[in-house]
Structure formats: structure tokens, C-alpha cells
């Protein structure tokens, strides 16, 4: 019995993380010349799509040095206006990491904002102080993660729908932070914790330096590694990626951790701003959030978005709500704004994903022939 070659039509599994499979996501074929240009293919879409925002943030500063010219006359307050975005952005901007990872994923998370109040709480307690400022960040970073696993557990082994199983878990992480709390403020009595807000390095505020090395992180994480590729091909074809071997509830598990790790983060970071935590804090960060990550161009059914997208959409969420605040306009009104850029940003997704799936079968069916 000799061993034959297989034929052109056997072939093997692929991992849909490994870059043979380029085309199965939707991605145009790599010239035979060299690699696409970074205008190219879905690459080029986000830069565009990143270039797009940029410009929306400049139209914001415009009508804010439209509107208030006096204030945008003056250099120093612009720069300190600037440094005020980012610090308002930086907490939900870590939080909108792990939120991009999660939806990249296939999922959803709507606990986010109680497991910050929970961390926060619980790293505040009288008796977690005691072990100074490393045991309020390691404790804040423990109680993000192990909820977060809990959701994925949950989710990934218990097979419930991440909308469900995130919904509970936001209302009993709150339960539990009052019950921690007894329904009333915490004070940080730590210098160090506190001092994270209020410190600066070479003007600019610590906060800022922390949304920067997460999102820097989160970047390398979902671009340069097997881990992004997998929660790329989880997200966009599960039962692809399991038939190329990713255990993907072991993926969906780490994909909640890693959500859960950032609202530790995103906990110390409030309770500095705030000197304080309380079971009340981090309200409807779920859906600041998860519309950032809309508005930065992430598919709400998995398989496609960028850290950068998100973080432009934090950003631009931020300096909106600095815009009404300069002019004395009310929240009422920003909300609304909120909510049609967020309906405008999903009817342009929903029309060029369209557009895309027609134009890749439309080239299919003419290499085919």
C-alpha cells in the first residue's frame, strides 16, 4: 500500500487566524507584486474610516471656535481644554478596549459599568486601604477579572446569550457593591491612589499615560498576535474557527477576562478622579462604551473593528460633551446628539456591509467563471 499525494480537492483544516485565509474574511486578494498598500482592502477601510472621524473632531473644534471665539483665542486654555477631553475620555476610553475585543468576539457586554463600581467599592473597603495602594490596585484588578470570568463562563460553558448573562451580571454586581458599600460613599484615603488624577508628567495627567498604554497595548494585542486573529476569525465565523481548531469557549472566556481586567483599570482610574467610589459610579458606561466602538467602526455582529476607531469614537463622545458644556447647553440635548450620531454611525455600517458582501460575490462569481 503506497501513500499517494492528496489530490486538489483534499485539503487540511486552516486556522482562520493564520493569513491563509485572508480571503475568507472578506479580504481582497494580495496582489502578485508585494503586500496590499495600507489604502487597500479592509485595512484601507478603517483608515478611511479613521480619517473619517478625524474630521469630525476638527468640524467639533471648528463649531466650538465658532461659537466661543473668546475662549478659543486664548493658546493656554485650548491646551488645557485639550488635556480636559482626554482626562473626561480616559476612563471610559480603557473600558471601550476590552469592549472592542469583546464585540470583535461576537459578544456583548452590558456589565461593564457595575463591574467598575464593584472594583471601585471593593478597593476602597476600610480593610483593602490597609494593604496601602498596591493592594487597592491588585484588588480592583482581581474583582474586574473574576467577574469578568464569571460573565464567560456563563457565556462560553453555560451557553447563555452574552446579552442575558451581561444584563444579570449588571444588576448583581451593583446588588453586591451596595450591599459592600451599605448604600454610601467610600472615601480613598490614599495619597498615591488619589495622586493618579491629580499628578502630571511633563504636563500631562497620568490619566492620560494609562488610556495610552492600554490602548497601546489593546492595538498590539488585536494586530500583532495569534489572540487578535483568533477573536477576528470567533467573531466572524465561530463555527469556522472551531472546525480549524480554536477552542473558542476557551477564547470567549479570556475575551470576558480581558474586559473584566480593563474596568479593574478603568475602577482605579474613577476612584482617583472622584478620591472615592460608591455603588452609583460608572452609570450607563456600558453604553458609552459599546457606542464608541459603533461609531468607531466595529461591527456590532463580530468579526471587524480597530482600537483606534474606538478610541477616536471616546474622543469624539468626549469633546461633544465639552461642546455643550462651553456653551451652557443641557445634557438632555447632548444625549440626543449622542443618539443620532449612533443611529447614523450603524445605518453607514449596515449600508456598506451591504455594499461590500455584494462587490466580494459579484468578484466571485466572475473568478469562478
Known amino acids: 500500500m503506497s501513500d499517494s499525494p492528496p489530490t486538489a480537492t483534499q485539503s487540511r483544516p486552516v486556522d482562520p487566524a ?12 494580495t496582489p502578485a507584486g508585494g503586500r496590499l498598500s495600507w489604502w487597500q482592502g479592509e485595512g484601507g477601510e478603517g483608515a478611511r474610516r479613521n480619517l473619517a472621524l478625524i474630521g469630525v473632531l476638527v468640524a467639533l473644534i471648528v463649531i466650538g471656535a465658532a461659537t466661543r471665539s473668546d475662549l478659543y483665542s486664548n493658546p493656554d486654555w485650548v491646551w488645557a481644554n485639550i488635556l480636559s477631553i482626554l482626562k473626561l475620555a ?23 459599568g457595575a463591574i467598575v463600581a464593584l472594583a471601585g467599592v471593593w478597593c476602597t473597603t476600610v480593610a483593602t486601604q490597609s494593604f496601602g495602594a498596591g493592594g487597592m490596585i491588585f484588588t480592583a484588578i482581581v474583582v474586574g477579572v473574576a467577574v469578568g470570568l464569571v460573565n464567560g463562563t456563563l457565556i462560553a460553558y453555560g451557553r447563555l446569550v452574552p446579552f442575558i448573562a451581561t444584563l444579570a451580571m449588571l444588576v448583581a454586581a451593583r446588588g453586591l457593591a451596595a450591599e459592600i458599600s451599605g448604600k454610601q460613599t467610600q472615601i480613598s484615603n490614599n495619597d498615591t491612589i488619589n495622586g493618579i488624577a491629580s499628578n502630571n ?18 492595538w498590539v494585542l488585536l494586530n500583532r498576535t495569534t489572540f487578535g486573529r483568533r477573536t477576528v476569525a470567533v467573531g466572524g465565523n465561530p463555527e469556522a474557527a472551531r472546525l480549524a481548531g480554536i477552542n473558542v469557549k476557551r477564547h470567549t472566556l479570556m475575551l470576558y477576562a480581558l474586559s473584566g481586567l480593563c474596568c479593574g483599570i478603568a475602577a482605579i482610574m474613577l476612584t482617583a478622579q472622584a478620591t472615592s467610589a460608591q455603588a452609583a459610579m460608572a452609570n450607563l458606561y456600558e453604553l458609552d462604551a459599546i457606542a464608541a466602538v459603533i461609531i468607531g467602526g466595529t461591527l456590532l455582529s ?21 461642546l455643550f458644556a462651553i456653551n451652557g447647553l443641557t445634557t438632555e440635548a447632548q444625549n440626543m446628539v449622542k443618539g443620532g450620531i449612533i443611529v447614523a454611525a450603524v445605518l453607514v455600517q449596515q449600508v456598506q456591509f451591504r455594499s461590500l458582501t455584494q462587490f466580494f460575490r459579484r468578484n466571485n462569481r466572475l473568478t469562478t467563471t
Open 201 to 218: 508628567l511633563l504636563g500631562i495627567p497620568l490619566l492620560v499615560y494609562i488610556l495610552a498604554a492600554v490602548v497601546a497595548a489593546g
Open 302 to 322: 463580530g468579526g471587524r473593528g480597530t482600537i483606534i476607531g474606538s478610541l477616536l469614537g471616546v474622543i469624539i463622545f468626549a469633546t461633544i460633551t465639552n
Open 18 to 29: 493564520g493569513p491563509e485565509t485572508a480571503g475568507d474574511q472578506g479580504l481582497p486578494p
Open 90 to 112: 480616559s476612563v471610559v476610553g480603557v473600558v471601550t478596549v476590552g469592549m472592542t475585543f469583546v464585540i470583535i468576539g461576537g459578544g456583548i457586554d452590558l456589565s461593564v
